[in-house]
Every structure is written in structure tokens, then in C-alpha cells.
């Protein structure tokens, strides 16, 4: 695909979207069972309601399938962000408790471990907002699906 890489967050983010395009086909298709179930109920066709409500179950299925997947290759994109993220205060956290701690010695503090001491300070600071402007192509929040909550309400 053009505008990629084979870097794994791009991989990720492609597998989302491949993802979220098949959910999306199988949101449509559940839709319309759902409709020519509805429809066969209103007309009172007997004969059709049981092929329907058996196309609607089978494509319930595959939507929850789809649903799934969708959702966990969004999720995966962002644990992959966090440990790249985790990676980086790693590197940058470690030579600075090392050199804390260092100074400490050096002004002979009585502070057991003061570099980890100011890491437990800061995590209990107030954290400032967290924008996610890496990407627009993941959301950020949990999937919703109408179709399969239609589909939990009305049909199973």
C-alpha cells in the first residue's frame, strides 16, 4: 500500500483497517437481514421468516466475529503506543535517577534511593491532558456497533 512502511505500528494500523472495513461490510449485511426479517414478519410470510432468521443469525455471527477482530486490532495499536512510549521514559527516566542518585551521594543525603522517591513523587502528581494527534485513522475509544446492538435488542 502506498503511504506505508513495514514498521509494526503501521502494520497494526493496517490491520485495523482492514479490520474496520470488513466490519463495516458485515454491519451492512446484518443490517439487511435484520430489515428482510422485519419485512417478513410485517407481511406475515411464514415460509420466509425462517430462512430469514436464520440469515440473520449467521450474519450476527459474522459481524461479532468482525466486531471482535476490529476491536482488537485498535486495541493493539494503542498497547503498541504505550510500550513505545514506556520505552522512551525508560530512556530517558534511567540516566536521570542514576545521575539523582549520584548527586545525592555525592552530598552525602541521607535519602534511601532518592531517584525512585521522585519517581513515586511524580507519579502521583496531577497528570497534564493527553491529546492522541498521532493518528486519525484509530479511534481512541471502544467500537460501537448499531447493528449488532439493534440485533441484541430486538432479535436474540
Known sequence: MIGFNNDPENTLIREYLTAAKDLAKREADLQRAMDGLDAAKADERIADITSQRKRTK??????????????????????????LAEEHLRELAL??????????????????????????????????????????????????????????????
Open 95 to 156: 540516566p536521570l535517577v542514576a545521575e539523582i542518585e549520584q548527586l545525592h551521594r555525592f552530598g552525602f543525603t541521607s535519602v534511601p534511593a532518592p531517584g525512585t522517591e521522585l519517581l513515586r513523587h511524580i507519579g502521583c502528581l496531577p497528570r497534564p491532558p493527553f491529546a492522541a494527534t498521532t493518528t486519525d485513522q484509530v479511534p481512541t475509544s471502544e467500537l460501537q456497533s448499531p447493528a449488532l446492538d439493534r440485533s441484541d435488542d430486538a432479535y436474540f
Open 58 to 83: 449467521e450474519a450476527d455471527i459474522l459481524a461479532r466475529v468482525a466486531f471482535d477482530r476490529c476491536e482488537t486490532a485498535r486495541r493493539a495499536v494503542w498497547r503498541h503506543r504505550a510500550k
